[in-house]
């Protein structure tokens, strides 16, 4: 059985994720999508568990995919997967360099484990779960950004944030 793991923060899933997981559906057997809790990114929207429901309801759609989350090393967490592939999405050339290191880093760590890369849909090149946050706090419509399942949920989250910093 082949697995692919998608990782990330998804602080919030994107429609750019979420077209990057439906293409691994139809590729590999089984899709662990699964949500790193980044020490790098200080101040999430929301809470893990938040996010791990958010990505759940939105891949319910389909049968082979499942939900999970590490606080650990991508590179140690993908061992459980016997011949799993990190698959990732690449937006743009400052994707690559980062993306580049990071595979590096992580054959260093678990030299069995792969990593491939689909390229970003034209139409999501731009879109980034930071971006989505900025244009929430601002009250911007996130249609076509975001599954809309989890938008009213966005939302809510931004319109706390403007009471709190406003
Ligand atoms: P972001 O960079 O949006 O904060 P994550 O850290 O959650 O996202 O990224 C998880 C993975 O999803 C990475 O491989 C990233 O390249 C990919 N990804 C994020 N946004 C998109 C997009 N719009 N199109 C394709 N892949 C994407």
């Known amino acids: 059985m082949r697995t692919a793991i998608c990782p990330g923060s998804f602080d919030p899933i994107t429609l750019g994720h979420l077209n990057i997981i439906r293409r691994c559906t139809k590729i590999f057997d089984r899709v662990v999508v699964c949500i790193m809790v980044n020490s790098t990114k200080t101040s999430p929207m929301f809470s893990v568990e938040e996010r791990v429901d958010m990505v759940k309801r939105v891949v319910s759609r389909f049968p082979n ?8 090393l991508l590179a140690e ?3 459980q997967f016997e011949g799993a592939v990190v698959v990732k999405g690449l937006r743009a050339a400052s994707d690559f360099e980062y993306e ?12 069995q484990l792969e990593t491939m890369f689909l390229t970003a849909s034209g ?5 980034s779960s930071s971006v989505v946050r900025e244009m929430a706090r601002y009250g911007a419509d996130l249609t076509g950004l975001v599954p809309e399942e989890i938008k009213s949920e966005i939302e809510i989250k931004a319109k706390q944030w403007r009471r709190n910093n406003g």
């Open 100 to 111: 580049f290191q990071m595979d590096l880093i992580n054959k260093n760590i678990n030299p």
């Open 123 to 127: 139409k999501y090149t731009f879109l």
């Open 77 to 79: 967490y993908a061992r």
């Open 65 to 72: 995919v499942t939900v999970d989350f590490s606080d650990g």
